[in-house]
């Protein structure tokens, strides 16, 4: 019993002690020792000690002058103490007092914090109030916590209805929800609500890289002066459009940086990478899933380098074998039976100060591998049947969408020319990987498509959701091509969630169906597509990628932070397949 006294002195969360009528501390717990900075197991004497006069003002009114319970606010070695002094009595005489210390720091920090984010509140309250356009803000849980009038008058609605509820049933074709899941920012998109054309705005709100909630604006009022400065803005950029094509063709390319599209970091990163390998002659080796842009930065390093040249371009794959060597090097009058008259300029030489855009290198014959690694080491070359030397001052950049080191493995591709090519290496991320990029990449589409003639006013934001959320197998040309066939079907210029392929909707339902694979079986791509049937290959990606996601997610036990570091993928692409996978933790 006695130990569980202690041990209830020892744990209290506040100071507590005691002491006889001359001020001698008779018993005294941790915390109390803490505050008043007392050394343990030392005997103290109260009105012997310095600074401690206003405890010991409370002591005197109990012990000298027989005061009943004495009780302050005080301050005391940098703790906002409430003290509270009570008689202590023995059989009807006074023979000590005890001291209670309510220790308030803490709460009282909070109580400010409290009060500095109320007042925080109130601002973002007065502010959005102010503000011309309806605004919604939801949490985590997306619940709705704030609204302002612009909102509840375009919705008809009274504020005191939203709050508190959730966006998913009041709302769920704003795209809330998406945000959240995703975390992408969405900028300026047209949707009809009712009858009144809207410009919707939604930002995801970051805590560090957690998502703790989402704001959306709707700009319905003064739409009319705004379509008329974008009409300018539009008009403008044509004009800036026109001359960079010009300039381009100067050069022989299609494209600059400019034209790189996308303000994700993975892009930013990439960009600057190649705006680096743009610097020198050295060789570039970009890799990437097919149409992520290969072609797109190939000609943006050309724009930005100082080669003079032009910009050739050899599909190493469309080439006949047999004429590769005649296409690369070129041959003399004569050469062989069939040349033409004075000869031809091969690739090479046509690219005398430019460069050359090897496109599919993976599919380069082997002999032509060797031939082309020759050129490379001593930099000069012959065209057959010539005995002109021709001095190399091309640069050379190499694409391929396959894995040149299973190639190497599989004896299709020359180890040495592949350390050749890859001095400086571009790694293009898929578009899965950068969604962040698709609303800016869809709205640089829709410009061009307009300018081939397509009568477009814009995307609808729940197509733009609907894009969020597939995952681009094709990468930026799908995107391009659903844009294009979507603009097709449209009659009223926008393009909505229904001009978009059945087979795009279903994409995100694939597992539901396949649920029951067995998965630890033979991880072979054909046991997986006896079992799926319809679209062996990307069910199988699917299946594959739900497999690791499960697997991370028990090794963390569902901590999805760190499931997201072990599969080295951003922690919304981790959400984002968790919901489209279905999986609950
Ligand atoms: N970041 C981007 N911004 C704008 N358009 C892009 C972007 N990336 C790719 N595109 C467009 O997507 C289409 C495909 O790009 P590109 O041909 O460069 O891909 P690729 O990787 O070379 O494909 P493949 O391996 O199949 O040859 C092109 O129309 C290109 O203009």
Redesign the pocket.
Known sequence: MQTQQSLLFENLNFGLFSVDTKFKVNAINPVAEKILQLLPNKQHVFNELNGLGEITNLLTGILHHKEQIMKKKMQLNGHSLVVQSYPLIEKNKLVGSMVIMDDWTNIEKIANELRFSKEWEEKLRSVIELAYDGIILVDQKAEITMVNNGFCELYNVQSNELLGKSISNMYPDLGLDEALQTGVRITNVAKLIGKTQCLITILPIKNNEEIIGAICKITYRGLKHLQEAIKKVNNLEQQVTYYQKELNELKGTK?SFA????ESSN?KRIKNEALAASNSLSTVL?L????????????GIHASSSQTGMFIQVNCAAIPPELLESEFFGYAEGSFTGAKKGGKKGKFEMAQNGTLFL??IGDMPLSLQSKLLRVLQEKEFEPIGSNRIIKLQTKIIA???QNLETLIKEGKFREDLYYRLNIMRIN?PP?RERIE?IP??AE??ISKLKLSGFHLKGITHSALTKLLNYNWPG???E??NILERAANLTSDGYIDAQHLPESFNANANIFTSTENIRIDQTNTLLAYSEELNNKPYWNAIDHKEKELILAALKETNGNKAKASRILGISRTWLYEKIKKYNISI
């Open positions: 494209y034209n790189i599209i996308g892009i970009i990437g899933e097919s149409g992520t842009g290969k072609e797109l930065f190939a000609h496109d599919e694409a391929t969408n293009i578009l990029d800016d990449i640089s589409i990468n930026v040309r995107l391009h």
